[in-house]
């Protein structure tokens, strides 16, 4: 019957399979995948950043104008909303 | 901060750390899988490395650290694994588990915490503050993992006979 310092004696001495040569070229390849995988993905955001601004140079109004646009509709919904309630405490 | 290449540090470290692996997973392509995640995860690191500990050192906390880690996730998605393999034939891995490695058998009984423990202490005949220091828990805890640990491996030890 085994005990458990014969165990532990066991899993000492157990013969502990040999390295594969060709593993630091795996963990190299992993490391280079890495890095193009990195690299690639910046490339992308960079086609996309500049593709984006590309693209809202091109369009029809300006970031200004637009926010502009914005505040006329806003102020006229305030005008009218005045004009409602001004109706509403009239009647 | 000292001038270090990759190829000399693994070629330093391999064998320390091919040895915890081999102890701590059991089918060989596993354990490439881990050795290549231990030295990606130093590879990463290297840069950081001030020199304070010493190398081997170093590198045995991030080897340490990345097989709990990878025991740990590999459990996570054991159940969902379970489910397809059920329906299939035993593969590869598993005659490979059978055959070679009949003496782990009992470690498997362990969780990823105490089999790492447990062959650090008893098995690689580390101080438990120095286990404490590499897996960052109080020393307490590892004594009382190792405890438990003990007990799981006896009562497996007597089953088998």
């Not at chain 1, 637009?66 to 409602?84: C, M, P, R, T």
């Not at chain 2, 391999?14 to 590879?43: G, I, N």
Request: glycine content about 6%; charged content about 25%.
């Amino acid at each position: 019957m085994v005990n458990y310092e014969q165990y532990i004696g066991k899993l000492k001495s157990h013969a502990i399979d040999p390295l594969d040569e060709k593993l630091l070229g795996k963990i190299n390849g992993r490391v280079m995948e890495r890095k193009y995988q990195k690299l690639a993905a910046g490339g992308l955001v960079l086609i996309m950043l500049v593709s984006g601004i590309y693209y809202f140079q091109k369009m029809p109004f300006s970031a200004n104008q637009g926010l502009n646009v914005a505040e006329y509709v806003f102020q006229a919904k305030i005008a009218d909303n005045s004009v409602i309630s001004e109706y509403v405490f009239a009647n | 901060m000292p001038n270090l290449v990759f190829e000399n540090v693994y070629a330093e470290c391999k064998d320390k750390v091919w040895a915890l692996v081999s102890r701590y997973v059991y089918p060989h392509s596993e354990r490439e899988d881990l050795m290549q995640e231990v030295f990606l995860a130093v590879h990463k690191a290297l840069e950081g490395f001030r020199g304070e500990a010493e190398l081997s050192t170093w590198v045995y906390k991030i080897a340490v650290n990345t097989s709990l880690n990878y025991v740990k996730k590999k459990n996570r998605y054991q159940w969902v694994l379970n489910m397809f393999t059920n329906f299939a034939s035993p593969g590869h891995e598993e005659v490979e588990m059978r055959e070679d490695l009949a003496d782990f058998k009992p470690l498997q009984q362990l969780n990823p915490q105490q089999r790492m423990i447990l062959i650090l202490a008893d098995v690689e005949d580390r101080q438990i503050g120095e286990i404490a220091e590499l897996l960052k828990m109080p020393v307490g805890t590892v004594k009382s993992n190792l405890s438990r640990a003990r007990e799981i491996i006896k009562k497996e030890v007597m089953k088998i006979g």
